[in-house]
C-alpha cells in the first residue's frame, strides 16, 4: 500500500506545473540582460550593478550551491 502511495505522490509532483511560468519568465529576463550586456557594452556595468543588487536582496541563503 505504501509503495503505491509513494507512486502516486511522485506522479502529482510530476505533473505539477505551479511556478514554471515564472521560472520561464525568470530565466528570459536574465537571457535578456546577458544579451543586452554583449551587444550594448555601455549597459553592461549597469546591469551588473542590478544583478548584484536582487542577489543582495535574495540573501545568502536562497541561491543553491552547486553540487559536488
Known amino acids: 500500500m505504501t509503495a503505491l ?3 502516486s505522490l511522485k506522479l502529482k ?6 511556478g514554471q511560468d515564472l521560472t520561464e ?4 529576463a536574465g ?7 554583449a551587444v550594448l557594452p555601455n549597459i ?3 546591469i551588473s550593478t542590478v544583478m548584484s543588487k536582487v542577489v543582495e536582496a535574495l540573501g545568502p541563503n ?4 552547486a553540487p559536488g
Open 25 to 28: 519568465y525568470a530565466m528570459l
Open 31 to 37: 537571457f535578456l540582460a546577458a544579451a543586452s550586456g
Open 5 to 7: 502511495l509513494n507512486a
Open 13 to 18: 509532483l510530476w505533473k505539477d506545473t505551479h
Open 44 to 46: 553592461s556595468s549597469s
Open 62 to 65: 536562497s541561491i543553491p550551491s
